[in-house]
């Protein structure tokens, strides 16, 4: 059990180093086409050593109803304004229904009961903010895999993508819209969960109610909030801006691995 921590721990001392000597070009590499160009391999070469370095299917550390903490602030939205989502939340949910569809044999609409009865997993585990907090939460939720097994994956899916129902950012071309994405690898992970209850209460308006992802290898802008329909591509080029998520758009790296 011990070897993966250890791997994981030489592969952040190696890559926190690479970071190090690469700050001090930083301007100059991100204000040119080859830079960023260089920062996308950077990234691409970090999931896989990480990929290479621990199982795909450890788990993020667990812990007990001890260690919940008294108070997880949420973040990003937290009370959506988006008509659609207004009209949702005003009746409790009960119109809900979560979309699959894209590269799918069998697209599906699912209320919250239809997820309620759908293989489950309860975890807590810690969420770690890209703005240096953590938090400790227990999780219940429908398993994101079997979902996906039950929509039946086309051989040309590569990618999960989460359409959610805020928007953080009026932009004229629709890029406000959160979004994110995640391979399959971390979709069919044990812990990548679609939670709707949290802490042994209906999850929270401002946690994402009625459903939020919890993909619990990768940092906090990774758990969507709000989702409304999952969509299964063989890329995400064409959605948002093209980097495979809201702040992803922003500068932010699309795998945030931990």
Not at 11 to 24: E, K, P, Q, V
Not at 88 to 115: C, N, W
Not at 193 to 215: F, K, S
Request: proline share 4%.
């Amino acid at each position: 059990m011990n070897a993966p921590v250890n791997r994981r721990g030489w592969l952040r001392a190696g890559l926190a180093s690479a970071g190090a000597l690469a700050l001090g070009a930083c301007d100059k590499i991100t204000n040119s086409k080859q830079g960023v160009a260089f920062l996308q391999s950077a990234e691409g070469l970090t999931r896989r050593a990480q990929r290479l370095l621990v199982d795909r299917k450890a788990l993020a550390r667990e812990f007990t109803h001890a260690d919940i903490s008294s108070d997880f602030r949420p973040n990003g939205s937290i009370d959506p304004n988006d008509p659609d989502y207004v009209a949702l939340k005003t009746k409790g949910f009960a119109d809900y229904r979560l979309v699959i569809d894209g590269l799918v044999e069998r697209p599906l609409s699912l209320s919250l009961a239809d997820l309620r009865a759908q293989p489950s997993r309860t975890q807590i585990t810690r969420h770690d903010c890209v703005e240096g907090w953590s938090s400790i939460a227990k999780w219940t939720g429908a398993r994101l895999g079997p979902l996906l097994d039950k929509a039946g994956l086309k051989p040309s899916a590569r990618y999960i993508v989460f359409h959610c129902g805020d928007t953080l950012e009026q932009t004229l071309d629709g890029t406000g819209q959160y979004y994110e994405s995640i391979d399959l690898v971390d979709a069919y992970h044990p812990q990548t969960i679609l939670a709707y209850a949290m802490n042994d209460q209906v999850l929270p308006v401002a946690h994402g109610a009625p459903l939020r992802l919890r993909v619990e290898r990768q940092l906090g802008y990774k758990q969507a909030k709000y989702i409304m329909r999952i969509e299964a591509v063989a890329d995400y080029a064409h959605l948002g801006r093209g980097n495979g998520g809201f702040w992803e758009d922003r500068g932010y790296e699309w795998y945030a691995g931990i």
